[in-house]
């Protein structure tokens, strides 16, 4: 990957959309070295943190995540909307109040969302407080990432991971560093993963719905992370710089 960077000339409000496994923090990644106006804001990130630092929130949504849920839109939006004031995005509204069009946007900050909205409910509140304007679809053929997955190996002690192809074990099938064997619980982690394709189908086509209604859904496909990020690089710089 190439390391110039670029400069946006207009405000970039990002969304990427895409099945699980199909490279949306590898994405995300680059997008923030390419463009260092960008900023990027995880909900999973943010729930985690809750997680551990046992917040009321984090309670709550705990046990959802654990059983791979989805946390309800009024906690993401009271979330999501405390971070972007946090951060002097929008202008807080009153406590208490619900987001509304009053709530002032700053027109200047270009930032990609990871993981908010996941659902219709939470793009139409986001609209309101702070509208997206290029959501990214990310397509992969789910054979391609099923045979990515097959070639992870874990160490499970210790959670180290490997890949056949480009972060081998020095010796097949043994961990760099305890010796330990690897295992590969392809059955299970294929299984979990086509579980979760499921949810994702289903839950993104109201988004996608969304945004192709708003007129800023984009579709980029490729084989690899390596494939997709230069057509991605290529769309912003058409459209904000
Ligand atoms: P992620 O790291 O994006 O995969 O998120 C981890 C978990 O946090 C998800 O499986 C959900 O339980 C929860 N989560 C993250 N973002 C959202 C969201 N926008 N809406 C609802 N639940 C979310």
């Not at 590898?26 to 917040?55: H, W």
């Not at 874990?154 to 074990?169: E, K, L, Q």
């Not at 294929?190 to 979760?196: A, M, P, S």
């Amino acid at each position: 990957m190439t390391s110039t960077t670029k400069r946006l000339k207009k405000a970039a409000r990002i969304i990427l959309i895409g099945a699980p496994g199909v490279g949306k923090g590898t994405q995300t990644e680059r997008l923030l070295a390419r463009f260092p106006q960008l900023a990027a804001i995880s909900s999973g990130d943010l729930l985690r943190d809750n997680v551990r630092r046992k917040t009321p929130l984090g309670i709550q949504a705990e046990t959802l995540m654990q059983a791979g849920n989805l946390v309800p839109d009024a906690v993401m939006l009271d979330l999501i909307s405390t971070e972007l004031s946090t951060k002097g995005w929008i202008t807080p509204s009153q406590p208490g109040e619900a987001a509304s069009p009053s709530t002032k946007p700053s027109t200047a900050v270009s930032f990609i969302l990871d993981g908010f909205p996941r659902t219709a409910t939470q793009a139409t509140s986001l609209d309101q407080i702070l509208p997206i304007n290029f959501a990214v679809h990310l397509l992969t053929p789910p054979a391609v990432i099923i045979s990515r997955i097959t070639k992870r190996w874990i160490h499970a002690p210790s959670g180290r991971v490997y890949n056949t192809d480009f972060n081998p074990p020095k010796v097949f099938g043994k961990d760099d560093i305890t010796g330990e064997p690897l295992t590969q619980r392809e059955d299970d982690s294929i299984q979990t993963w086509k579980e979760r394709l499921n949810k994702f189908e289903e839950s993104s086509r109201t988004l996608l719905d969304h945004y192709n209604n708003k007129g800023c859904l984009w579709r980029v496909e490729g084989n690899s992370s390596d494939e997709i990020s230069p057509k991605i690089y290529a769309e912003i710089e058409r459209r904000f710089s």
